[in-house]
């Protein structure tokens, strides 16, 4: 099973998302059968990398909201966090563009890091307030979990392959994250508590293996495939 996932470090739900998938598939039996796919989505890639702006601001410019549903619109996100575990704290995090914190994780992809980047980064941006739109910052993160990017954060490797993504995004017309494909069949749009991610990861294994055990009953000796 094919599962492919849209995310961007900057949105909280993405972060909530990302830790009740990932402790979903600790109680998912056939987590080996998985082929997990990240893909970048910029909720702002025109944002500066250093705007001073904070998050409360940020919110009612975004969603045209008024102080009173920025707060709730942040309390309610917060909330979500401490019910997945994780600290989000708005507080803290600096607004900033992440679009090299995606060029960071396509890199630690590329060397089998890319749970472990992922992870950091969100964790820096939401829990410790940490720059991610600065350069030395994601150097100093990438050291931390073993990875030497100094030399790609300098170039403009991964900019293409953050793109790419980004096309195919609008192609498939998402425009909220984060967002689930599985097999390119089934889509899952906004974070789940880790009981749903487990049923659906368990209903869409189930359908994929009848569906392709009835294929090969019927052909004999050929094999089925899926996808959204």
Known sequence: ????????????????????????LKEFGHKSEI???????????NIRANTG??????????????????????DMATLAGKQAGI?????????????????????????????EIKN??????FSDGRHIGNKETLAAIAIENGLDADSMLKSDAYFHEVRHDEARAQH??????????????????GARPVGVFVQILEQFWQEENVNT????????????ACTI
């Not at 995310?7 to 830790?19: F, H, L, Q, R, W």
């Not at 600290?87 to 396509?106: C, G, Q, S």
């Open 35 to 45: 082929e997990i796919v990240m893909h970048s989505f910029e909720l702002e890639p």
């Open 172 to 189: 498939l017309g998402i425009n909220s994250v984060p967002y689930f494909t599985f097999n390119d069949q089934h889509v899952i749009a």
């Open 120 to 125: 950091a980064l969100f964790k820096a941006y």
């Open 87 to 115: 600290k989000i704290d708005f507080d803290k995090v600096i607004t900033t563009n992440t679009l090299d914190a995606h060029r960071l994780m396509k890199f630690a992809e590329s060397k089998d890091k890319g749970t």
């Open 53 to 74: 702006e904070r998050q409360h601001q940020a919110v009612m410019r975004k969603y045209h909201q008024t102080p009173g549903q920025a707060q709730y619109t942040l």
């Open 1 to 24: 099973m094919k599962i492919e996932i849209w995310s961007d470090i900057a949105c909280p739900y993405c972060y909530v998302g990302n830790e009740n998938f990932e402790n979903a």
């Open 213 to 224: 055990n009835a294929k090969n009953a019927t052909a004999g000796c050929e094999g089925g």
